[in-house]
């Protein structure tokens, strides 16, 4: 059928241009820029629906109507068709124009490992998650905030690993000060497959890392029965985390003065000290003598709360079983 033209005849409809050259099939539209996704080295991604009309229309023809537009984004025309379309030029014109999609081009593209690397995790915005309450919903906290944040966690270095291991997962840089290097010793690596995220130093000094929304900064503090001695001020976007391996009358500073207690199975005797100390009443001091090896107790804001783990299948593989 021939391509319409403009007609001179007085009772004939409004003239209509001169369809453009001649329209390249869909499938030699470009593949569109490629899309790398963590853990991820080929991605399949269909070309956009604006870039497929605009090729089927051919240059200078009308953009997508509204109504077009609506129907592309609500997938009101169903699935696309990808048999070949033997409809005349003109009328694959006017359908495109009208709303109707011309045939979606699915192409692989692939990233190499180099740009792969240079992903990062965004902020911690959603929270880092301690674990499952009783109804197996996730418990989350801010671990990471615009202010200075201080955190002590009474328990085994399995639990700080932990939580070092999920704050790692939120994109965040982090420096160990420990008297036991040989516990941190090739963590960060195994964690993260890179050498740069954790620094392990056996002394205190001073650290100067800046921390950010997009990559927040941790600072580790395990050294048996206290805290730090002289821990440098924080700054924004950086939270320090002491590890009391055991609890005593030293290391009761270093629960009053955080923002957040986490607390895993205790002896008789630190629960005491916990209870008095963060104001507990006297059934809790009994619970946190029973509690499992898989829970923690969180303390902050005058409230308590108990929380399981709930390890991931990858945090087993790298921190194995709960322990105290």
């Known amino acids: 059928m021939p391509a319409l033209r403009p007609t001179q005849a007085a009772s004939a409809p409004p003239a209509v241009a001169a369809p453009p050259p001649a329209v390249r099939p869909a499938h030699s539209i470009p593949a569109p820029p490629v899309t790398a996704y963590p853990g991820a080295a080929t991605v399949a991604r269909p070309a956009t629906q604006a870039a497929v009309s605009a090729e089927a229309a051919g240059a200078g023809s009308a953009q997508l109507s509204a109504q077009g537009i609506a129907l592309a984004n609500t997938g009101h025309s169903g699935p696309p068709d990808l048999d070949q379309d033997h409809r005349p030029p003109e009328r694959r014109r006017r359908d495109t124009i009208s709303g109707r999609l011309a045939r979606l081009r699915i192409g692989s593209h692939t990233a190499t490992r180099t740009a792969l690397a240079q992903l990062r995790v965004g902020s ?10 009783r109804q197996q919903l996730p418990v989350s906290v801010r671990f990471f905030r615009p202010e200075p944040t201080r955190i002590s966690l009474v328990g085994g270095v399995w639990a700080g690993q932990l939580f070092t291991f999920r704050a790692l997962a939120l994109g965040a840089r982090v420096a160990v000060v420990t008297t036991d290097p040989y516990a941190w010793q090739s963590f960060g690596e195994r964690a993260t497959g890179q050498a740069d995220r954790v620094t392990v130093v056996a002394a205190e000094q001073p650290l100067t890392l800046t921390g950010t929304a997009h990559q927040p900064v941790l600072i580790v503090y395990d050294q048996g029965f206290v805290g730090g001695t002289a821990p440098p001020p924080l700054g924004p976007w950086q939270t320090q985390l002491t590890v009391l391996r055991q609890l005593d009358q030293s290391g009761v500073p270093a629960l009053q003065d955080c923002d957040l207690v986490l607390i895993q199975r205790l002896a008789s005797a630190e629960a005491s000290l916990a209870a008095n ?18 829970m923690v107790a969180v303390v902050g804001d005058g409230a308590e709360r108990y929380v399981w783990f709930a390890q991931s299948d990858i945090e087993r593989q790298y921190a194995g079983a709960p322990r105290r």
């Open 277 to 294: 100390a963060l104001r507990l009443p006297g059934p809790s001091s009994q619970f946190l003598q029973v509690m499992a090896d898989d």
């Open 124 to 133: 911690a915005g959603a929270g880092l998650i301690l674990g499952a309450d």
